[in-house]
């Protein structure tokens, strides 16, 4: 079942908006699906890949046993699901019944599981490696990885996960870079209070082997709309003026909200910040970025770059996939030169 919401909008409105991330008419375009159990309650925060001109979706979803797991679906043109699987594609093993799991309640409503996926290929290996959030006895961060070839043969056959955060720490939102940077692998495993990025000559680790982060909880920026901090989005995208990351945060002026930011990183050295957004790229302002879970959330774990357009995925209000998009060089240009982005709507 696919919820359907009522939107009018001018073609007059359209055009006089500026340039900015445009939403989706179709959005939601994933929804609970009430006939699987697994998926019945919530489906969101999907990581995305671009494959042989194809995107894929791997989102989170929880149904009635309260545990999160991973589905798939994919689409053509990034606005359409043209294929969505009846089960799921990856858990997140428990190694016992623990409960209610705090952490993972507040973070999207599971008991646990595995939430917030998001996929990566670096360069041309074949091989996808995928960081989520790994919710058993604590909130850590889990990696696994796939050959390409039987992600796209739907062979679901994922190598054993590794937990890559400390024991007793909480640690969620790492991203791996989709190219290698001065012949390593990078891992970003914080923004707050700077970029931190772990570099490696392999993404095998062994038992008891863990990327040691820290994330200033109590970090507050001043004077501007991204307050606090919460983490890192989709996997960065490799354009020509640098690394674009999306991230998270909240206003205190503007409490209860989940919003998206962009940094512009160097291409060679990722720690330094060339650009921040001034103004949020994404703020929950519809009905299905409320009517959710959690409502006045949007929370980014995929974006692709597919015919010059920047195509961002995001969770809506816990409950909801939906997706916004922007030309690339228009939306470069406008963070470059430090102009206010506005959304608008795109009727497809």
């Given at each position: 079942?696919?919820?359907?919401?009522?939107?009018?909008?001018?073609?007059?409105?359209?055009?006089?908006?500026?340039?900015?991330?445009?939403?989706?008419?179709?959005?939601?375009?994933?929804?609970?699906?009430?006939?699987?159990?697994?998926?019945?309650?919530?489906?969101?925060?999907?990581?995305?890949?671009?494959?042989?001109?194809?995107?894929?979706?791997?989102?989170?979803?929880?149904?009635?046993?309260?545990?999160?797991?991973?589905?798939?679906?994919?689409?053509?043109?990034?606005?359409i699901?043209?294929?969505?699987?009846?089960?799921?594609?990856?858990?997140?093993?428990?190694?016992?019944?623990?409960?209610?799991?705090?952490?993972?309640?507040?973070?999207?409503?599971?008991?646990?599981?595995?939430?917030?996926?998001?996929i990566?290929r670096?360069?041309?290996?074949?091989?996808?490696?995928?960081?989520?959030?790994?919710?058993?006895?604590?909130?850590?961060?889990?990696?696994?990885?796939?050959?390409?070839?039987?992600?796209?043969?739907?062979?679901?056959?994922?190598?054993?996960?590794r937990?890559?955060?400390?024991?007793?720490?909480?640690?969620?939102?790492?991203?791996?870079?989709?190219?290698?940077?001065?012949?390593?692998?990078?891992i970003?495993?914080?923004?707050?209070?700077?970029?931190?990025?772990?570099?490696?000559?392999?993404?095998?680790?062994?038992?008891?082997?863990?990327?040691?982060s820290?994330y200033?909880?109590?970090?507050?920026?001043?004077?501007?709309?991204?307050?606090?901090?919460?983490?890192?989005?989709?996997?960065?995208?490799?354009?020509?003026?640098?690394?674009?990351?999306?991230?998270?945060?909240?206003?205190?002026?503007?409490?209860?909200?989940?919003?998206?930011?962009a940094?512009?990183?160097?291409?060679?050295?990722?720690t330094?910040?060339?650009?921040?957004?001034?103004?949020?790229?994404?703020v929950?302002?519809?009905?299905?970025?409320?009517?959710?879970?959690?409502?006045?959330?949007?929370?980014?774990?995929?974006?692709?770059?597919?015919?010059?357009?920047?195509?961002?995925?995001?969770?809506?209000?816990?409950?909801?996939?939906?997706?916004?998009?922007?030309?690339?060089?228009?939306?470069?240009?406008?963070?470059?030169?430090?102009?206010?982005?506005?959304?608008?709507?795109?009727?497809?």
């Amino acid at each position: 079942m696919k919820i359907r919401i009522s939107k009018k909008k001018t073609r007059q409105h359209e055009q006089a908006s500026h340039v900015g991330f445009i939403k989706a008419e179709e959005n939601p375009i994933l929804s609970p699906e009430p006939d699987n159990d697994w998926e019945s309650w919530q489906t969101f925060n999907p990581g995305v890949i671009l494959l042989e001109d194809k995107i894929h979706f791997i989102y989170r979803a929880i149904g009635e046993d309260g545990i999160s797991r991973l589905g798939y679906a994919n689409s053509l043109n990034g606005f359409i699901i043209d294929e969505r699987l009846p089960y799921p594609i990856y858990e997140h093993k428990l190694t016992r019944s623990t409960g209610i799991n705090y952490y993972s309640f507040a973070s999207g409503g599971s008991f646990g599981g595995a939430e917030d996926p998001r996929i990566v290929r670096v360069g041309e290996e074949d091989m996808l490696y995928m960081t989520y959030t790994a919710c058993g006895e604590g909130l850590r961060v889990g990696l696994t990885s796939i050959c390409t070839k039987d992600f796209l043969q739907k062979r679901w056959r994922w190598n054993p996960p590794r937990l890559i955060s400390p024991p007793n720490e909480v640690h969620k939102n790492w991203v791996i870079f989709p190219e290698k940077i001065n012949d390593k692998y990078a891992i970003l495993h914080s923004i707050c209070p700077e970029i931190s990025i772990d570099y490696r000559d392999s993404l095998e680790f062994q038992e008891d082997e863990y990327i040691w982060s820290f994330y200033d909880s109590g970090f507050r920026r001043k004077n501007c709309w991204d307050n606090w901090i919460r983490g890192a989005g989709s996997p960065p995208l490799k354009t020509s003026a640098g690394w674009l990351l999306f991230y998270h945060a909240m206003d205190n002026n503007d409490p209860g909200k989940y919003k998206v930011g962009a940094l512009l990183l160097d291409l060679d050295d990722p720690t330094k910040i060339l650009y921040r957004s001034q103004e949020p790229v994404l703020v929950p302002e519809k009905d299905y970025e409320y009517s959710g879970f959690k409502g006045g959330v949007v929370y980014v774990c995929g974006a692709v770059i597919k015919n010059d357009r920047i195509l961002v995925y995001y969770g809506a209000s816990d409950s909801y996939v939906s997706v916004a998009q922007a030309d690339s060089a228009e939306f470069l240009r406008a963070l470059t030169q430090q102009a206010k982005p506005q959304l608008k709507e795109k009727i497809l």
